[in-house]
């Protein structure tokens, strides 16, 4: 299995990024993906998740409205347009995938997840 990020990067206040993780070596059709943050001297915390179909969808409360995640069966990735970044969303983010079936809240904790892919880095500065 693996999951490769990319998208990060130095943006402004106010602006976007998009982050996207390529997904190998599974059944991507039959698994739900999610992301997760990690800023320096934190814990790992969620961001988002959607399931195997695309929805429902699950967000953190604090990027609910300005984060979206997608995902595009044909090339096996998952997106994740961030818009209205702040300051606080500067971190290295994480996308990762469960090997077991996920319901409801158990999206939003790190530890259901199997595999990790191994980062990329968002800066939100002026």
């Known amino acids: 299995v693996q999951l490769q990020a990319s998208g990060g990067g130095l943006v402004q206040p106010g602006g976007s990024l998009r982050l996207s993780c390529a997904a190998s070596?599974?059944?991507?059709?039959?698994?739900?993906m999610g992301w997760f943050r990690q800023a320096p001297g934190k814990e790992r915390e969620f961001v988002a998740a959607?399931?195997?179909?695309?929805?429902?969808?699950y967000y953190a409360d604090s990027v609910k409205g300005r984060f979206s995640i997608s995902r595009d069966g044909a090339s096996n990735t998952v997106h994740m347009q961030m818009n209205s970044l702040r300051p606080e969303d500067t971190a290295v983010y994480y996308c990762?995938?469960?090997?077991?079936?996920?319901?409801?809240?158990?999206?939003?904790?790190?530890?259901?997840?199997?595999?990790w892919g191994q980062g990329t880095q968002v800066t939100v500065s002026s």
């Open positions: 990762a995938a469960p090997s077991r079936r996920m319901v409801g809240s158990l999206w939003r904790i790190a530890t259901m997840y199997d595999y």
């Open positions: 959607l399931n195997r179909s695309g929805g429902p969808t």
């Open positions: 070596g599974f059944r991507f059709s039959r698994t739900g």
